[in-house]
């Protein structure tokens, strides 16, 4: 070799060593460099702290990979370990610790985020563990699903083909599958690898699961799973071992359940063996103890199939349940089936509180429906009855009671038969081919017997129909009813029952006969009467061990005896309902006693049911009249009740005059009463006023049914009228005669009557009442009203009637009208007098139709003294002399009431007048001043007041009076003024205002300087506060007749 070639090659070996160094000293930043455009070629974020590389291993600290303020995975530091076989390397084992890994499903696929990216593509070989060591400390994961989100903690190490132990704990705070949610489920399983096979078993616990879709929750439940995969993960086999302290399923609670579900598959289907326990079980339909159910089963696709059996060691139906079926024997107490049906009803309570049950089954399941094969049952009660379905004659899928849905139909095909107990014995056969198919068979049933009834049934023979099985026999029975007895009831029956043993009895009309009933005291002749199903479509239906029916008869007619007296009763239809042994009639006529005495009764609608040996019940809609008493009574309803031939009837009704027009208003009586008896009505009750409930009257009647004699008596504690109460809510004849009455009335009236006739009688009184008539108030009404016909309303001459205070807009006191009542709502006046201001105001005698669109009345006045009336107001500064007499002719019509031509005038002699006030001081105008000097004090001979208009509304007055002035010249004053004296004045003043505010009128007549001031030019009389304001006319006064003049002109014409 020669010196350039040796040369040569030692230099390129140092170049190469140099090379080789710098590429060792330069190896991180090189790796660094490779590792980050592959990320980045990737697309894959990431960080990392490069702490060793070397030829057997690498370490990485502080690993970042994905989003940094989100990273899919986060190390505190992994490691790699390189194995070197025949030169060639790789990786012998992995180990990291304070991993957390994040990831995700979307659309039933793991996602790690930006991880995805770095996993190689799939190769479509079966799956298979690497083989490779692992050791992993502290490793997490959060995986959220769409179920909810799960934590997972993994440590272990070993390889992963064979040997890896490790220990797996997951926790999921809520997870909602299927329409299920469970809260706090938590797992700790030990996981291992043996020959590339996992395999795991711990405890798993959840605190509850919740399915409202399928109506299931549980409380805390313990399982303990061990399973087994093989290596490629396509098969499985394992067991869970479940303990669970509650569950409920929709009303149905369970209690302690345990339980071991083993399993084997594959991804074709599972199959194993279940075996489940139930300390208790409770539902809202019964209860069981020791339930349990085992056998095996199939799971493939959507198919589910279970072969095994069914029992619990105690079952019984719920209280209310068997409270149903004792209650048989109620609803048909009374009834000649009642002894039966209560005989059945304890005996099926009894079998039902504690029976053995027993199952064998088979279930067969897919979407879209399903079937369940009940191949034998028997139940085997305490009490000693028994009821067992055996295995039948029929060909095809299943024997003895097969279900199918959404079909939902059915195939029952074997023998049913019942013993013991007290319940009644018979054996059923049943054939059915194939289900939904025609279904034959026969009862045979021994005579059924209790508490003196039998009930005898022919051979029951039926057959399918599409709504179940009819069935034929004829029914014999004999028994009791109320204090009486049915004998010879004989009934054709044709059935029907159906897939639930419920059953129905006559859906068509049949005949009923008997030879003789008798209850009550109500003696029946023989009769015949079609009955035809009313309620549920039958004459008898028996449906959830619940026993009903009933037959409508049409048009009854039935004759007989009530005790001793002859009854006839007829309706348009009647309704018996056997199961509960109710009755009801609609438009009922009853007539008891003799034609010509007869008292009827008719009733709208009419309930009643057998009670202790007696009818009883409620009515509604009735009517009727007992006898001869003149009223009539309605809108009734209450209860009854027919006893030992005694009939008591407790109602709340309503009372009407049989008058027209009526005398009063309707009345009610809540608590009405009526007792027949012996042939003898004794009724009685309290009378209200409908609206408020005041008391009016109570009444008592007695009528004996064999004369048509009775007698009432009317008692009145005492009406009092007040707001809550008016006397038009009584009658309606004080309507527009009085109203807003105060006061109480009371006492007492009689009724009599016979084939005769009717009379009555009746004394009333009120003290110190107040009402407002027509006129004006009045207050302190006191008197007695006799009456000799108190149902005419008609009283003897000469009753009197105390009036305290009148007061049509001047009070008078202390009055007193004598009057007579007579027929046809008239009053007779034969006087009315009031002592009134020194004089008397007097009602002419008169005759008052009350019925009259319009009514006169007339009052007088005579020797009104002037100063008295005044004094009334307490006028201090005006004074008076002079007696007026006067007439008031009064009209009473729908308006009110009113003054028509009346008028009040001077007596001859004439009066005084003389007004001295604040404005006749005062320093007024000359006009003013001659005014107020003349009214100072003047003496009149003629005075006269003309009254028009309503009293309720507007009034109209024209006041004339003249006189002269008799005072002198005041000091200081001379001229013109000295010609007053002794002159006459002459005043003619009309004064339209409301009755009511006559107090202003009188004011204004009596004090004429108010009316004096008005007729004075503006300014005459100046604006001070020392002036008086002129009383104000009331705001709800009538408002002036349109287009009228001023009542006073402003300049005065002479008068003659």
Known sequence: MSTVLRRTLLLVFALLLVSLAVVWFQRKPIARNYIDAELARRGVRGSYDLVELGPGRQRIEHLVLGDPAQPDLTADWAELRIAYRLGTPRIAEVRAGGVRLRGRIVDGTLSLGDLDRLMPAPSGAPFSLPDLRVVLQDARMRLDAPTGPVGLKLEGSGNLRNGFRGRLAAVAPHLAIGGCSLARTTAYVDLKIVDRSPALSGPVRTDTLDCPALALRTGHADMRITMALSGPLDAWSGDVRLALAAARYADIRLARIGGKLDFAGKAAGTHGMLQLTAASVAAPQGAGRDVSIDGDYAVAGDRLRFTGHAGAASARLADATIAQLRGIGGSAAGTPAGPLASALGTALANAARDARFDAQLALDSRTGGGTLTVSRMTLDSASGARLALGEGEGEGEGEGVLLRWPQADARIDGTLSIAGGGLPEGVIRLTQRMPGGPLTGEARFAPYAAGGARLTLAPVRFAALPDGARFDTRVTLDGPLADGRVEGLSLPVSGLVDTRGNFVVNRSCAPLDWRSVSAAGLVLRPARLGLCPVEGGALLVMTGGRLRGGAAIVAPRLAGRLGSSPVTLAASGARVKLGDGTLGLSDLAVRL?????????DIGRLDGRIDGGAL?????????????????????????RLRNGILGLGAALRVDDEATPPRFQPLRSPDFVLVLANG?????????????????TKVTIDHRLS??????????????????????????????????????????????????????????????????????????????????????????????????EANPGVAVNDGEIRYQLL???????????????????????DVIDMTAAERRLTFRVAGLDAGQFINKFEFDNLNATGKFDGVLPMVFDQHGGRIDGGYLKVREE????????????????????????????????????GLNGAIDGELVSDIRFDGVNQQGIEKGKGGLFEQILGRQFIFN????????????????????????????????VPADDAVPAVPAVPADAPAATPGAGPVQPKESDPVP
């Open 593 to 601: 006693g003799e034609p010509d005495s007869e008292t009827r009764l």
């Open 707 to 804: 004369t048509g004699t009775g007698h009432a008596a009317l008692d009145v504690p005492g009406i009092t009228f007040d707001k809550a109460l008016q006397p038009e809510e009584l009658t309606h004849l004080t309507l527009g005669v009085v109203a807003n009455v105060r006061g109480t009335v009371r006492g007492q009236g009689e009724i009599d009557w016979s084939p005769k006739g009717v009379t009555s009688n009746g004394v009333f009184r009120t003290d110190d009442t107040a009402l407002a008539a027509a006129f004006g108030p009045v207050s302190g009404l006191t008197g007695e009203v006799r009456f000799t016909d108190l149902l005419a309303l008609e009283t003897a001459p000469g009753q009197v009637m105390r009036i305290g």
């Open 989 to 1020: 003043i009309k004064i339209t205002a409301p009755f009511r505010g006559l107090m202003t009128t009188a004011k204004s007549f009596y004090d004429p300087s108010i009316l004096v001031r008005d007729a004075l030019p503006p300014g005459a």
């Open 616 to 640: 009883a019940g409620t009515f509604a809609a009735l009517s009727g009249k007992i006898g001869a008493v003149p009223l009539l009574v309605s809108e009734g309803e209450g209860k009854w």
């Open 910 to 945: 004439g009066g005084t007048l003389s007004y001295i006030g604040d404005i006749s001081n005062m320093d007024l105008n000359f006009f003013a001043n001659i005014a107020f000097d003349a009214l100072k004090s003047i003496r009149y001979k003629r005075l006269t007041i």
């Open 823 to 845: 027929a046809g709502q008239r009053v007779k006046v034969e006087s009315g007098r009031w002592p009134f201001a020194g004089g008397e105001l007097i009602l002419d005698p």
């Open 680 to 696: 003898e009505i004794a009724a009685g009750g309290t009378l209200v006023e409908p609206k408020n409930g005041s008391t009016v």
